[in-house]
């Protein structure tokens, strides 16, 4: 009976185990800084032009060249853009979703007071560690001024109701000012709640040949659709799709 109660509870603490691992799969390996390393509350609070460190982790690259690479990056806390970071075509490659590194540059904005926050002037250092961040629900927060505290974060949208981009009720635009060609950024408007906004597939970050820019391409006036991308700004709110699927 002792042996049958033993094996019982090995089991069972096994299990415990096992769904302890499967919850925290999503979380980072450690949560503690390295020296002079900022946390999130610390990097939002310095000044536009400071220096500053973080440890952070690559979500999704948006384009290289001239021996620079774009990144979105987030830790458990929120979001860190870093624009044009220095880094080899070879190291580029090394930075998969996942990977951990270490950067020092220069906080910025662009364009000045209307957009993205973002490290500028950056090298990095590779660390141990992975985190690939969940879309956390954005949707209740558009139209809020707490939607800008998750500036450059992984994020969804659900429900949101396609609008006509002109009065000839196109979906989507080739740009901003529907001036380009199969290629180039695709711009739509969604409706959520009772406020439309303006998305983008940005095509250095999801080309022509993706599910994403293809789907879009698809879209009619009326369409309900849940959105998944980045919380990227420009003259205010102008996120950077990387899913979407029609309802």
């Known amino acids: 009976m002792k042996k049958i109660i033993a094996i019982v509870l090995i089991a069972v603490m096994a299990l415990a185990a096992f769904t302890a691992c499967k919850k925290n799969d999503n979380k980072p390996a450690e949560d503690v800084k390295g020296e002079g390393v900022m946390t999130h509350e610390q990097y939002v609070a310095a000044e536009i032009g400071a220096e500053v460190v973080v440890e952070t982790y690559v979500q999704a690259k948006q384009s290289w060249w001239d021996n620079k690479g774009t990144f979105y990056t987030q830790d458990k806390d929120g979001a860190y853009f870093i624009y044009e970071m220095g880094c080899t075509e070879e190291e580029y490659n090394k930075l998969v979703p996942g990977t951990k590194i270490k950067v020092t540059g220069h906080k910025a904005q662009w364009p000045e007071s209307t957009g993205i926050i973002e490290i500028i002037d950056a090298k990095f250092e590779i660390e141990e560690g992975n985190y690939v961040a969940e879309a956390f629900d954005a949707t209740a927060l558009f139209g809020t001024d707490d939607l800008a505290k998750h500036m450059a974060e992984y994020f969804t949208v659900k429900s949101a109701v396609i609008e006509a981009m002109d009065e000839e009720g196109a979906a989507f635009w080739?740009?901003?000012?529907?001036?380009?060609?199969?290629?180039?950024?695709?711009?739509?408007?969604?409706?959520?709640?009772?406020?439309?906004?303006?998305?983008?597939?940005?095509?250095?970050?999801c080309d022509k040949t993706t599910e994403v820019y293809n789907a879009v391409k698809n879209l009619k006036v009326g369409d309900t659709v849940d959105i998944l991308g980045f919380l990227y700004w420009y003259e205010g709110v102008n996120p950077h799709v990387t899913g979407i699927t029609v309802k």
């Open 174 to 205: 080739y740009n901003w000012d529907n001036s380009g060609e199969d290629g180039s950024d695709l711009y739509f408007k969604v409706k959520i709640g009772e406020k439309t906004y303006t998305f983008t597939v940005e095509s250095y970050l």
